[in-house]
């Protein structure tokens, strides 16, 4: 059960949902999620993605994470705060500093037929909306969560 999709919401605002079933344990999955440094083996090396907060890093909310990566080679950096941390059923980020106009991504953590639904539910907004979006933005966002899926498939195997 692997899917992703990528709605217009209103505003100008963006929605994307993924979902999928990994053959591990929840508190196993969740347990890789917890460990920020994953994030690197999650991120397409094209993003040349840098975690620069001081590790390890304790997540709780309130959690602040600063990152440095390139973005159609522009150099970025982005802030992201853990609003929520309910483990290991969810947990919640929120861009504080970085390229979009919002970015507010949802992690949850379902245990299903001998596995872990792994859920994915950002929202998030761009400068320039919906061209910008069309043009540039919701092709490299569902890259990089294609990605994703695909790194967890070979992670959890």
């Known amino acids: ?9 209103s505003e100008n605002q963006f929605s994307l949902t993924v979902e999928q079933w990994v053959p591990r344990p929840v508190a196993e999955v969740f347990s890789f ?3 920020a440094g994953n994030l690197d083996r999650l991120t397409p ?3 040349r993605f840098e975690i620069l907060t001081p590790r390890p890093i304790e997540m709780k909310a309130g959690a602040l994470i600063d990152y440095r990566l390139r973005l159609r080679g522009w150099p970025i950096r ?3 705060r853990i609003n929520e ?5 969810r947990f919640v980020d929120e861009q504080v500093r970085g390229p979009y106009r ?11 037929d001998g596995g872990t639904l792994v859920g994915d539910r950002v929202r998030y907004a761009v400068p320039g909306g919906a061209v910008v979006n069309a043009l540039f933005v ?9 990605y994703r899926q695909q790194k967890l498939a070979e992670l959890f195997p």
Request: glycine letters at 2%; aromatic letters at 16%.
């Open 1 to 9: 059960m692997n899917a992703l999709s990528i709605t217009v919401g």
């Open 33 to 35: 999620f917890a460990d």
């Open 45 to 47: 090396a094209w993003l």
């Open 78 to 80: 982005w802030r992201t």
């Open 85 to 89: 941390w309910l483990p290991p059923v």
């Open 102 to 112: 919002l970015w507010h991504h949802t992690h949850t953590f379902v245990e299903r």
């Open 138 to 146: 919701r092709r490299d966002v569902a890259k990089i969560f294609a």
